[in-house]
């Protein structure tokens, strides 16, 4: 079980909510801070090691240079998540870039920044070179174990999915590198998304051990680092149990002693490139409720929409609900809590018993901090809001509400003859 608090008290947040105008996405800077911490800490063992912040998870220049500052790296996409991630102070090394189906810009863009280049496809090596004139000193490669592994409903099976190299490539893809230049080597792989079976997580780590030792045995390279990828779940419902990382962290401890220590493989530096677990459980997303109807079903509609929060719609995912100043009350009451876009999957929760709800009443819905603000679209023309984060000495805002200019920006007034 996994209790549903609340970053601020009830009051706390419903008198923020007041003043700041609804919806928001609200951060609490200092649990994601010790959280992070609590990461680093519990793999400690093992020198080098590295969480690779995913810049997609939540990327906010404020929220990154926090991460920046207490010895994350970043994973990055895309070039504008690269140079958000720069902006937020990540350099070199310390930047992954983790992209598939990448314009050649993109990687000569993460190569000038000296970011490590992960890459998709036997194929890319050769787009590298066109785009870099060389590969780098130091280069990755996605792994996808096809049907060795299996995947779930947000990753995808391995053997449908597009991204990485597969077995049959991946020697060939180290050889060719050293042929070429690079010196340095490292190994990747994300065949997980929101999991919260922590036996998922250390097979992932077998599966890598494993492959360094082919690797090695196979071509005489040693493998530097491995990214054991994202992945690592949240307890988005009150009856799901969080991994532990200090857990996981010993299981992993175990695996490396047998595989990689006894194997001569060792040092072999781990990282992961985690975001859901860094900050998802320390975002809310608060809304204010606009109407409370009753037609075949009882809605309660909200002033935010998809464009806040896409989770619920496109995965059907389950997120927590409070209603601030209702806490206590009996659940006696089954809603589909809705924004206001024109389309009817833009709910935030279907059939879901909470208090009796009025018009005006302020609803939090929790684990916003990861895939929440970030995967927001524009459709209908409904905005994305603003961001705010706590920190010890006050909340400050972080991302102001978009604006009808913002919306247009890219729009030209009158058309620009092209041909
Ligand atoms: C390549 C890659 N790395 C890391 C992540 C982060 O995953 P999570 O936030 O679930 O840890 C993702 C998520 O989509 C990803 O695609």
Do not use: Q
Not at 80 to 96: C, H, R, T, V
Not at 197 to 226: C, H, P, Q, W
Not at 381 to 396: N, S, T, V, W
């Amino acid at each position: 079980m996994t209790e549903k608090t609340l970053p601020l008290t009830s009051s706390e947040l419903l008198a923020f909510a007041r003043k700041a105008g609804t919806p928001f996405h609200i951060y609490d800077g200092r649990a994601i801070r010790k959280n992070a911490e609590d990461m680093l800490d519990a793999f400690s063992w093992s020198d080098g090691f590295i969480n690779y912040f995913a810049v997609k998870a939540l990327p906010n220049v404020n929220i990154l240079r926090i991460l920046a500052s207490l010895g994350f790296g970043a994973d990055c996409s895309s070039l504008p998540e690269l140079l958000l991630a720069k902006e937020a102070g990540f350099d070199g090394e310390s930047i992954m870039f983790t992209s598939n189906d990448t314009a050649d810009e993109e990687f000569l863009a993460a190569y000038e920044m000296g970011a490590v280049l992960n890459l998709d496809d036997i194929t890319h090596i050769g787009h590298v070179i066109k785009a870099c004139g060389k590969l780098p000193e130091l280069i990755s490669f996605r792994y996808n174990p096809g049907n060795e592994r299996t995947g779930n409903a947000i990753i995808g099976n391995p053997v449908e999915a597009k991204y990485g190299v597969p077995h049959r490539d991946i020697i060939e893809c180290y050889r060719i590198a050293r042929e070429n230049g690079s010196k340095r080597f490292m190994l990747h792989t994300m065949v997980a998304s929101n999991e919260l079976n922590e036996d998922y997580i250390v097979e992932t780590a077998r599966m890598l051990f494993s492959l360094v030792n082919e690797i090695y045995t196979e071509t005489g390279i040693k493998i530097e680092r491995i990214d054991l990828g994202g992945g690592i779940g949240i307890p988005y419902r009150p009856e799901d149990e969080r991994i532990s990382f200090f857990h996981l962290s010993e299981r992993i401890r175990e695996l490396y002693s047998e595989m990689i220590e006894k194997k001569n493989l060792h040092p072999l530096k781990l990282s992961f490139e985690c975001g859901r677990c860094i900050t998802g459980p320390y975002g809310y997303l608060v809304s204010k409720v606009r109407h409370v109807t009753h037609k075949h079903k009882d809605f309660v509609g909200l002033d935010s929409t998809m464009a806040d929060l896409m989770r619920p719609a496109l995965y059907g995912a389950y997120h927590h609900i409070t209603v601030l100043g209702k806490e206590n009350l009996p659940l006696s009451h089954v809603y589909d809590v809705t924004g206001s876009l024109c389309e009817n999957n833009d709910k935030f929760a279907i059939d879901r018993k909470l208090p009796e709800i009025d018009e005006g009443d302020y609803l939090v819905i929790h684990d916003t901090g990861a895939h929440g603000h970030s995967m927001g679209f524009n459709y209908n023309a409904k905005m994305r809001h603003a961001e705010y984060l706590i920190e010890d000495d006050g909340i400050y805002r972080i991302r102001r509400d978009e604006t009808y200019e913002d919306y247009i920006r890219t729009m030209l007034s009158e058309p620009e003859k092209i041909s």
